[in-house]
């Protein structure tokens, strides 16, 4: 079946970095386009970036521009995350997402909380 | 940026009662592509419709999805206890994607 399993997450303090993993299974993950959303706590969900199938298209919301990488690596079946100036506001817990196209999110992993704090 | 609009608060409902959820955009979502998505406390979210009115795999034909342009509704018939979640509403046709803050729904 579909899996999705994030990883990475963990306190880190302001300003630092941190590199979030997801590792897909159960379906061919080179033909789908992959998302990063977050759900700060006790709040709605904010979607954060997508990347293509091939990975030659990539988009961010203005709350991450430039602060926050997306990847991909189909042969190893991973999406990535890399973040970096972190801040207070980006603690959340943050999902990867599948979808067919620039389409609805038909899939979803069950999250990795990231705490920013010092 | 296109900001969707759901009503803050609790829908509180009894079992068997239709619950009708609103998500309006702040300009043309663009092809009606606009999905709603089910939280329950403590998971994942879980895709109920998208472009507008298609259900998703699985999805129980007691949700249905309406609407187009800026102006969308999400009707739940014949309430479920297990319906008790929030319900988020998003738009993909528009860069950049965004949600909907969310409807609580509540079944007594």
């Known amino acids: 079946q579909v899996q999705l399993v994030e990883s990475g997450g963990g306190l880190v303090k302001p300003g630092g970095s941190l590199r979030l993993s997801c590792a897909a299974s159960g379906f061919t993950f080179s033909d789908y386009y992959m998302s990063w959303i977050r759900q700060a706590p006790g709040k709605g969900l904010e979607w954060l970036s997508y990347i293509s199938s091939s990975g030659r298209t990539i988009d961010y919301a203005d709350s991450v521009k430039g602060r926050f990488t997306i990847s991909r690596d189909n042969a190893r079946n991973s999406l990535y995350l890399q973040m970096n100036s972190l801040r207070a506001d980006d603690t959340a817990v943050y999902y990867c997402?599948?979808?067919?196209?620039?389409?609805?999110?038909?899939?979803w992993g069950q999250g990795t909380l990231v705490t920013v704090s010092s | 940026e296109i900001v969707l609009t759901q009503p803050r608060g609790t829908l509180s409902l009894s079992p068997g009662e239709r619950a009708t959820l609103s998500c309006r955009a702040s300009q043309r979502v663009s092809n009606d592509y606009l999905a709603w998505y089910q939280q329950t406390s403590g998971q994942a979210p879980r895709l109920l419709i998208y472009?507008?009115?298609s259900r998703a795999t699985g999805i129980p034909d007691r949700f249905s999805g309406s609407g187009s342009g800026t102006d969308f509704t999400l009707t739940i018939s014949r309430l479920d206890p297990e319906d008790s979640a929030v319900y988020y509403c998003?738009?993909?046709?528009?860069?950049?994607?965004?949600f909907g803050g969310g409807t609580k729904v509540e079944i007594k």
């Open positions: 472009a507008a009115s």
């Open positions: 997402g599948r979808s067919m196209g620039l389409s609805a999110i038909s899939g």
């Open positions: 998003q738009q993909y046709g528009n860069s950049p994607l965004t």
